[in-house]
C-alpha cells in the first residue's frame, strides 16, 4: 500500500485527508492520483467502494485556482445520490483550500439551484439531463472547465444517458483533462474513450476475493463514542493470545495503545512515524509474546506475517474491501481458525454491505458485550488456570491448610476469595479516543423496472431521501410534489434526471 504522502499531494489537501482519517491510498488512488497530476486523460475501472472520488478528487482540486469563482472542475454521475455524496466528499477534500463542490440534480427547484451557481462553486457534480438543462439555459458555462469526470459511465449507458454523455463532452473545452470511471468496459463506453479522450492512461483495479476460508468474521454495531469500551471488553471475553487492532489513523493509534495500557493490556501501537528500529523492537515484543496487542495502521501492517494471531480488530472499519481482506488475513493461518470482528457505527452499516459484496463473505453480528460480561471473561481466565493446575499439578501438601480454610468458611466463600484475588481486574481508567468521519458508500440506483430512458424522456427512479449536499444542505425529506428549500434546509424534490 501506498501512504497520500508519497503522492506528490499538495498540503492543504494532505491536511483534509488527515482530518478525514485516511493516509493509506487504495489500489485505484495510487495508480490513478500520479498519471491524473501528470495531465494525463485517465480511464479507471473500479468496483463501487473501491475510493474512486478521492482518486479523481484530489488531482481535480489540485489543479484548482480558489480565487477564481468559476467552475473549473466538472463530475457527471448517474444519480442525484451518488452525485450528493461525490459532492459531500469534494467538499471535505477541497475544504482546506477553499474549493467548494455544488451538487446539481433534477428535483431541485431550478431558481435556487442558478442562484447557488452564481456563488461561484469551483466544481459543480451533476446528473446529466440537469446538467444539460444548465447547459442550454448558460447558467453552467464551461469555458473554465480543467477537468472532466464521468463516474460510473457503465451506470449511466445502463440508465440511457449514452447520447447525454457524448453532448456533454462536445459542449466542454476540447484542452481540458477527461478521468473516466466505470466497473465495467461495454463498447459505447470504449467508444467515448477512443473518440473523445485524448490518448488515456488505463487503470485497472479488481477487488480481490475473499481467500482465507478459516476465519470466522463478525460485527458489532456501535457508536464511535462507545468503541473503545467494547474493545477492552471483548479482550477480557476472548482472551486473545495475540491480537492486532486496526486503526485509520496514526494519531488513533497512539490513543488505543496508550488506552489500553492505562487499562492494564500488554499493547503497543505501529505506524509510519516510527523508526524502523522501533518498530521491529515493537514487532520482536509481539512475536516473544511479551505485547499481546498490536495496535497498527494498514501501511505499517504491511507484510506482516506473525504466526499465532488469534484476532483482528477492525477499531476502524477499512476505506475499501482490499484492505479488509488484507487487514483479516493476519488471522486464521496455517491452518488454524481465527476471528476478526469489525466495529462499524450505524452510519457506516451500507458501507459494510458493500465490503460483504465485494469480498462475497458474510459477517455474522454480534452483540456489544456488557461490562458484567467482561467481568466474567477475566473470572473464566482465572477458572482456566485453577482447573490446569488441579490436573497438572501436585497438591497434597496444601490439603491441611485448605481443610481448615474450610473448617471457618464455606467452599463457595473459600473460592469466591481465590477467584478476587487470581483474577486481573480491569483499572477503570477513562480513555478519550479522537475522532474521525465516518465511511460512506456511494449507491447508485436504478428505476423499479430497470427500463432504460429514451428519445429524450427523463429517467425516473426510485427515490432516495438521504445524503447531505454540499455547502452544507441535505438532500431530505421534502413533500414530493414541492420545490425548493424549506426553512430547515432540506430539499423538497418533485423529479429527478
Not at 68 to 94: D, F, M, S, Y
Request: hydrophobic share 35%.
Amino acid at each position: 500500500m501506498t501512504t497520500f504522502k508519497e503522492l506528490g499531494i499538495s498540503d492543504p489537501i494532505m491536511k483534509s485527508l488527515e482530518k478525514m482519517g485516511f493516509e493509506e491510498a487504495t489500489p485505484i488512488q495510487s495508480e490513478t492520483i500520479p498519471l491524473a497530476l501528470e495531465g494525463n486523460d485517465v480511464i479507471g475501472q473500479a468496483q463501487t467502494g473501491t475510493g474512486k472520488t478521492a482518486a479523481f478528487g484530489i488531482p481535480m482540486i489540485q489543479k484548482i485556482n480558489p480565487k477564481e469563482r468559476k467552475i473549473q472542475g466538472l463530475v457527471v454521475a448517474p444519480t442525484r445520490e451518488l452525485a450528493i455524496q461525490v459532492a459531500e466528499e469534494i467538499n471535505r477534500l477541497g475544504k482546506f483550500k477553499s474549493v467548494r463542490a455544488l451538487p446539481v440534480y433534477g428535483g431541485q427547484h431550478m431558481d435556487r439551484q442558478i442562484r447557488s451557481l452564481k456563488d461561484g462553486p469551483q466544481i459543480v457534480v451533476a446528473t446529466p439531463g440537469r446538467l444539460l438543462d444548465h447547459f442550454r439555459r448558460r447558467t453552467v458555462r464551461t469555458d473554465h472547465v480543467q477537468t472532466a469526470v464521468l463516474d460510473e459511465a457503465d451506470e449511466m449507458l445502463n440508465m440511457g444517458f449514452i447520447d447525454d454523455i457524448r453532448e456533454i463532452l462536445k459542449g466542454i473545452p476540447e484542452e481540458r483533462q477527461t478521468l473516466l470511471f466505470s466497473a465495467t468496459m461495454p463498447k459505447e463506453i470504449r467508444d467515448i474513450a477512443t473518440n473523445l479522450m485524448k490518448s488515456p492512461k488505463e487503470v485497472k483495479v479488481k477487488a480481490k476475493e475473499m481467500t482465507v476460508e478459516n476465519i470466522d468474521q463478525y460485527f458489532v454495531e456501535i457508536p464511535e463514542k462507545f468503541k473503545f469500551d467494547t474493545l477492552t471488553n471483548h479482550l477480557d471475553i476472548n482472551n486473545p493470545d495475540l491480537s492486532i487492532v486496526f486503526s485509520r489513523t496514526k494519531k488513533r493509534v497512539d490513543e488505543i495503545a496508550e488506552g489500553l495500557q492505562a487499562r492494564g493490556f500488554r499493547a503497543e501501537g505501529i505506524h509510519g512515524d516510527l523508526t524502523q528500529g522501533k518498530r521491529m523492537s515493537v514487532l520482536n515484543k509481539f512475536k516473544n509474546g511479551r505485547v499481546d496487542v498490536l495496535v497498527a495502521t494498514d501501511v505499517a501492517a504491511r507484510g506482516l506475517d506473525i504466526s499465532g494471531v488469534t484476532h483482528v480488530y477492525n477499531f476502524d472499519i477499512p476505506q475499501d474491501p482490499e484492505s479488509y481482506v488484507h487487514r483479516i488475513g493476519r488471522t486464521g493461518r496455517a491452518g488454524r481458525a481465527g476471528e476478526a470482528i469489525s466495529f462499524v457505527t450505524p452510519r457506516e452499516m451500507a458501507h459494510l454491505k458493500l465490503i460483504e459484496k465485494v469480498t462475497k463473505s458474510k459477517m455474522k453480528r454480534m452483540m456489544p458485550p456488557s461490562n458484567q460480561d467482561a467481568k466474567r471473561g477475566q473470572q473464566q481466565v482465572t477458572v482456566e488456570k485453577i482447573l490446569k493446575t488441579i490436573e497438572k499439578s501436585e497438591l497434597s501438601s496444601y490439603h491441611e491448610t485448605a481443610n481448615e480454610l474450610l473448617q471457618e468458611h464455606d467452599s463457595i466463600t473459600v473460592i469466591s476469595a481465590a477467584l478476587k484475588m487470581l483474577t486481573k481486574e480491569r483499572r477503570d481508567v477513562p480513555v478519550s479516543i479522537s475522532s474521525v468521519a465516518p465511511i460512506s458508500v456511494k449507491k447508485a440506483q436504478r428505476s423499479n423496472d430497470g427500463k432504460r430512458r429514451s428519445n429524450n424522456k427523463r429517467f425516473y427512479g426510485k427515490r432516495n431521501q438521504g445524503g447531505r449536499g454540499g455547502q452544507g444542505g441535505r438532500g431530505g425529506q421534502g413533500s414530493r410534489n414541492q420545490g425548493g428549500r424549506n426553512r430547515k434546509g432540506n430539499f423538497n424534490r418533485k423529479n429527478r434526471d
